[in-house]
Nanobody, 126 residues
């Protein structure tokens, strides 16, 4: 088990910023990749961003490229998602997930991840 806890969500006006955190427990946090996904009401969960276990690689969905930045601090067992220039279409529940099985590849599909957090709500008002 890899407990993951998201935080940092809230209500923000369009154009504003939020920073989400994904905290994990366990000594092996630094050995697995972390992804962020989101699910808007009535829509499927979609990929947002992912970061490799060693900070060497990151990947972003086209919809957030240039506005969101993913980073991690392995000493704090935490991954961050800095979200700038937020839009109303960014409104969703945001989830972080851990991939323990494929450290060589950053996944963009739900099936690539083994453990999930409970999510944090982000609401962007226009």
């Amino acid at each position: 088990q890899v407990p993951l806890v998201e935080s940092g969500g809230g209500l923000v006006q369009a154009g504003g910023s939020l920073r989400l955190s994904c905290a994990a427990s366990g000594r092996t946090f630094s050995t697995y990749n972390i992804g962020w996904f989101r699910q808007a009401p009535g829509k499927d969960r979609e990929f947002v961003s992912a970061i490799s276990w060693n900070n060497g690689r990151t990947v972003y969905a086209d919809s957030v490229q240039g506005r969101f930045t993913i980073s991690r601090d392995n000493a704090k067992n935490t991954v961050y998602l800095q979200m700038n220039s937020l839009k109303s279409e960014d409104t969703a529940v945001y989830y972080c997930a851990a991939d323990l099985s494929r450290p060589w590849r950053l996944g963009a599909n739900e099936a690539d991840y083994d453990y999930w957090g409970q999510g944090t709500q982000v609401t962007v008002s226009s």
